[in-house]
């Protein structure tokens, strides 16, 4: 088992940054992915961005250049920096581990970005 633990979420303004951040404990694989997905209201769950253990990444193409993904391995933590907030980007954000053909979710933090 694998449990996530997510901070950071909140209001800001568009334009404004925030920084997520996600600590893994318990099971940890040594290869794993984790990253992060949102969900808007009235939409589906969609990728924003992930890193695996070697640092690789990939961007949700809406994102690319205002958000950067970063992992600390000695601490099982990802974070996740959003720069030049857009209210588009409002939803819940949700941290995931995967490894092992598991998949593990944080409860979700709330973005708010208002205009």
């Known amino acids: 088992q694998v449990q996530l633990v997510e901070s950071g979420g909140g209001l800001v303004q568009a334009g404004e940054s925030l920084r997520l951040s996600c600590t893994a404990s318990g099971s940890i694989f040594s290869l794993n992915n984790m990253g992060w997905f949102r969900q808007a209201p009235g939409k589906q769950r969609e990728l924003v961005a992930g890193i695996n253990s070697v640092g690789i990444t990939n961007y949700a193409d809406s994102v690319k250049g205002r958000f950067t993904i970063s992992r600390d391995n000695a601490k099982n933590t990802v974070y996740l920096q959003m720069n030049s907030l857009k209210p588009e980007d409002t939803a819940v954000y949700y941290c995931?581990?995967?490894?092992?053909?598991?998949?593990?979710w944080g409860q979700g933090t709330q973005v708010t970005v208002s205009s």
């Open positions: 995931y581990y995967y490894a092992a053909e598991h998949d593990y």
